[in-house]
């Protein structure tokens, strides 16, 4: 299948998981240096996207662990449907408990889920257990434009680092940051408003009356937080880990 087809068939048949786009998991595994015989473990994989497409375009091989049971079926039909079910296998378990035992991956990723392991040092350093001393990290992480992010958002969003913390973080564990790019505007907005299609659904074929107005007011509230604070003081950074 040509690139341009694979990308179109990907964004067609699945909903953002993060604000990630297809092209830019590609440019992510071409930075890697990614081909066949190479292994990738993706925690918090959510519907395997980056692990069915590192599969398909790169031959890689890899394991997919999450805890949403919706996600990993929607992940093996698309193994299925992509022939690349012998290359790609998905665990449903919590990410800390998955036993890596003698893990040496090429590849351990972890795309905006690192509130799974406590935090972006918790996470690399648990990702860092997994690959070989040739091994590559790749994350995904929110970031706060600015160090004095405005309470509104701090309130709303909680704890979040800059994108000079992320590095700073990095460097202390050890590693270099090789890759680096952030979300565009375009990935951005798509993510947030594709992340609550189903609740707005919902609202829509709800009969009028009071519990119709609260989730009026709800997703109101939520658009509002991002129109107003999110999209413009917070973004999703992209980043390969490499041992130093």
Not at 59 to 69: E, K, L, R, S
Not at 131 to 137: A, E
Not at 142 to 169: K, M, Q, W
Request: with cysteine.
């Amino acid at each position: 299948m040509e690139l341009l087809d694979l990308v179109s068939q990907l964004e067609v048949d699945t909903p953002a998981a993060n604000a990630v786009s297809p092209l830019r998991l590609l440019e992510i595994g071409k930075y890697l240096g990614l081909k066949a015989g190479q292994s990738v473990i993706d925690f918090g994989c959510g519907r395997g996207e980056m692990l069915c497409l590192w599969a398909r375009y790169f031959g890689a091989t890899g394991v997919g662990v999450d805890m949403d049971h919706s996600f990993l079926a929607e992940a093996a039909t698309r193994a299925q449907c992509w022939a690349i079910a012998d290359k790609a296998n998905f665990v449903c378990q919590d990410v800390k408990s998955y036993e890596l035992g003698a893990a040496d991956f090429n590849v351990a990723a972890c795309m905006s889920a690192s509130m799974g392991f406590g935090g972006s040092g918790p996470t690399i350093r648990h990702l860092r257990r997994a690959i070989g001393p040739k091994g590559s990290i790749v994350v995904a992480e929110p970031f706060y434009s600015v160090p004095d992010a405005p309470n509104e958002l701090r309130e709303y969003e909680g704890a979040c680092h800059t994108e000079t913390d992320l590095f700073d973080i990095a460097r202390a564990e050890g590693l270099e940051v090789g890759y680096y790019s952030r979300a565009t505007r375009d990935e951005w907005d798509r993510y947030i408003f594709n992340s609550r299609k189903i609740e707005m659904q919902e609202f829509l074929q709800m009969p009028a009356g009071p519990a119709r107005e609260e989730r009026r007011s709800k997703l109101h509230r939520w658009q509002d937080m991002y129109l107003r604070y999110r999209q413009q003081w917070q973004g999703m950074a992209f980043l390969t880990l490499h041992p130093a």
